[in-house]
């Protein structure tokens, strides 16, 4: 049996895989990170910093995924998805400078603004794109790459940190941020211009 995924669903799903693989290195350090190199940190600011990255993303996405669905096509998602990727994936350098608290709950702030757009965007776009009758099938893909993506990195993400130290996990955290945000250019030809949209139908010759 032949199962087509289209090259818009295939970028998108390459790009989260070098996104979460970027983040999940942090992951399993970022808390004995925190708790190091940075000047008063206790388990309640710990908590408190997570708390600004969700709250933050979560006030703000629900507007901006409505103006996403008000507008014409999809060229405002496009750009907003690359900006948003862009400068969530620059954080981790500000990580690198950081050593008090009030730096690391800005640049979480920060995060989840952009998180904000890159979201609903990246959500609308697949969403739109996805092979009709292959949903199912296209939403498991992503989901295994997702989880792939992270028990890779958070197996390696403790050792670099122990050998190497933190800043070359921030750093390479970011790196496959911006490839992964690089990684969504490819996708710019098929994106929509206006709201006209037929659902794809999978080649008879491609797989995947």
């Known amino acids: 049996m032949k199962i087509g995924i289209n090259k818009v669903i295939r970028i998108?799903?390459?790009s989260d895989f070098l996104l979460q693989t970027g983040w999940g290195f942090i992951g399993p350090i970022f808390a004995i990170f925190l708790v190091k190199n940075i000047g008063g940190v206790s388990l309640s600011m710990i908590g408190f910093t997570a708390a600004i990255y969700w709250v933050t993303k979560s006030i703000f996405q629900p507007f901006i995924a409505y103006f996403f669905d008000v507008k014409t096509g999809e060229k405002d998602?496009?750009?907003c998805l690359i900006g948003g990727m862009y400068l969530a994936n620059l954080i981790p350098l500000g990580y690198l400078f950081s050593n008090q608290i009030w730096h690391i709950l800005?640049?979480?702030f920060i995060r989840g603004l952009a998180m904000a757009f890159v979201i609903p965007s990246w959500s609308a776009i697949f969403t739109r794109h996805i092979d009709k009758g292959w949903e199912a099938?296209?939403?498991?893909?992503?989901?295994?790459?997702?989880?792939l993506a992270l028990g890779f990195s958070a197996a390696f993400g403790g050792l670099l940190a122990t050998i190497?130290?933190?800043?070359?996990?921030f750093i390479?955290?970011?790196?496959?941020?911006?490839?992964?945000?690089?990684l969504l250019f490819l996708i710019r030809p098929q994106i929509l211009s206006k709201n006209h949209f037929v659902p794809h139908q999978?080649?008879?010759?491609?797989i995947f």
Not at 137 to 147: A, D, K, L, V
Not at 164 to 169: E, K, Q, T
Not at 172 to 182: D, E, I, K, Q, R
Request: no cysteine; glycine share 10%; proline share 2%.
């Open 12 to 14: 998108l799903i390459s």
């Open 77 to 79: 998602d496009f750009y």
């Open 106 to 108: 800005f640049l979480e």
């Open 137 to 147: 099938f296209t939403w498991s893909i992503e989901s295994t790459s997702i989880g």
């Open 164 to 169: 190497f130290g933190f800043n070359l996990v």
């Open 172 to 182: 390479l955290t970011s790196l496959f941020g911006l490839a992964a945000s690089s």
């Open 202 to 206: 999978p080649s008879e010759k491609g």
